[in-house]
């Protein structure tokens, strides 16, 4: 297996919304961002799919010696023997990489976050800076789409962590801001054990009602110059923002239950931000 056929085949088996976004890209930039979100999911899997903490952590290391090796030309990893000879070429460059390892690092020594500024940190290194790539390899030309990017980033994340709210339970992982748990009169035993509750779903809602915000930000920011070529990032938002409707729409089961849009859907919405001019 080529390095190229392992990314795409990792990128496809994931089942994650961004596969439907890169379809629609020219085949440099759609080698480019399968490459790179494959790598992102070999770090993450770390997280996930490693029980034992030091040894997560080992793994980890391991990839922060890769990505530095990969940089001085000489990668070992296929992921990154996939990336590495159009990283230059999308001005992708090791601090990106290293700071998806960074986030990740995180959540083997934080399973809390007592307010929403140490959520951002946190969401920055494992989605706004993979914003930043990302709108790199979509063919950015204008700086304002970094914050753009990031800010995006911020959104698709907080979405992810309603949507995942007991997936995480069951790891012992909250992300929802402590603060905001008092705030609600939610009890964190109370996530973890998984009990529904009418103040848990007011905390949702705020939580959603953030997530929105955070969209319509990110899309005033967005640069008219880049937004043809940014259409793989708006694909994304319109994908997620339409997942938060239907997780608000059923009244945030997302304790019991991971919501989630059909294939045929995704590529739906994806076709039709494709489709705008």
């Known amino acids: 297996m080529t390095p190229q056929e392992y990314v795409q085949q990792k990128t496809a088996a994931s089942g994650s919304s961004f596969y439907y976004a890169f379809l629609f890209l020219p085949p440099n930039r759609r080698a480019a961002i399968t490459a790179f979100y494959a790598y992102c999911r070999e770090v993450d899997d770390v ?32 992921a990154l023997q996939a990336l590495m000879p159009l990283a230059s070429e999308f001005d992708i460059e090791e601090k990106h990489l290293q700071a998806v390892i960074e986030g990740c690092q995180m959540d083997l020594s934080q399973t809390r976050y007592l307010d929403y500024p140490g959520l951002q940190r946190y969401c920055h290194l494992v989605a706004g800076v993979v914003g930043e790539v990302a709108a790199r390899i979509f063919g950015q030309t204008q700086t304002q789409t970094t914050l753009y990017a990031h800010k995006l980033g911020l959104a698709l994340q907080l979405t992810n962590i309603i949507r ?114």
């Open 164 to 277: 995942d709210v007991g997936e995480d339970a069951l790891r012992g992982r909250i992300y929802l801001p402590m603060n905001e748990l008092q705030q609600f009169d939610v009890k964190s035993h109370e996530i973890l054990k998984r009990s529904d509750s009418a103040r848990f779903t007011e905390l949702m809602k705020f939580q959603a009602r953030r997530a929105h915000g955070l969209y319509d930000d990110a899309l005033g920011l967005l640069p008219g110059a880049d937004r043809r070529a940014q259409k793989p990032g708006l694909m994304m938002a319109s994908i997620y923002r339409a997942l938060l409707r239907e997780i608000e729409r059923d009244n945030f089961p997302v304790l019991r239950q991971r919501i989630s849009l059909t294939p045929l859907r995704k590529l739906w919405l994806a076709w039709k931000v494709q489709a705008l001019k």
């Open 47 to 78: 997280v996930d799919d490693t029980a034992d903490p030091g040894v997560a952590s080992s793994k980890l290391a391991w990839w922060q010696a890769e990505v530095a090796q990969a940089f001085s030309g000489h990668p070992s990893h296929p």
